[in-house]
């Protein structure tokens, strides 16, 4: 008999893209199989749901809604997981620091399309 795949709470919350802290127990004290995976991707419950659109989100996440990197989360002094609430106060306010990440991002973004365009000449 085959035995299921089953990943580590870190790594399921990763793929599902929430802090896994804020997670329930009993997400955290198990472990989770692909098939529990794809389950709570294809149809999430409400504490997912929720995370997903409250948070505390994930630096990588918290990064992509403020269109930054995480490398600019952590210049700007910003190591702890953010709220949709606290993300949208910061989009309000848009403080020097996140126009100049912003920036950072828009032209890293321009130098790899610019890298990808050359590489398929």
Do not use: C
């Not at 399921?12 to 098939?35: H, N, Q």
């Not at 126009?99 to 790899?112: F, G, K, L, S, W």
Request: hydrophobic share 35%; proline share 7%.
């Amino acid at each position: 008999m085959k035995t299921p795949q089953t990943m580590k709470p870190a790594t399921a919350a990763k793929k599902l893209g929430v802090y896994l802290d804020a997670t329930p127990a009993e997400f955290r004290e198990g472990v989770v199989s692909r098939d529990e995976l794809n389950a709570l991707q294809a149809d999430p419950p409400q504490w997912l749901r929720d995370l997903r659109r409250n948070g505390p989100h994930p630096r990588q996440v918290a990064a992509a809604k403020l269109g930054i990197s995480i490398g600019g989360l952590a210049r700007a002094g910003l190591t702890d997981p953010l709220t949709t609430a606290q993300i949208d106060e910061l989009k309000a306010e848009n403080p020097e620091w996140l126009e100049r990440e912003r920036a950072t991002q828009a032209e890293v973004r321009r130098e790899v399309a610019r890298a990808k365009e050359k590489d398929q000449r």
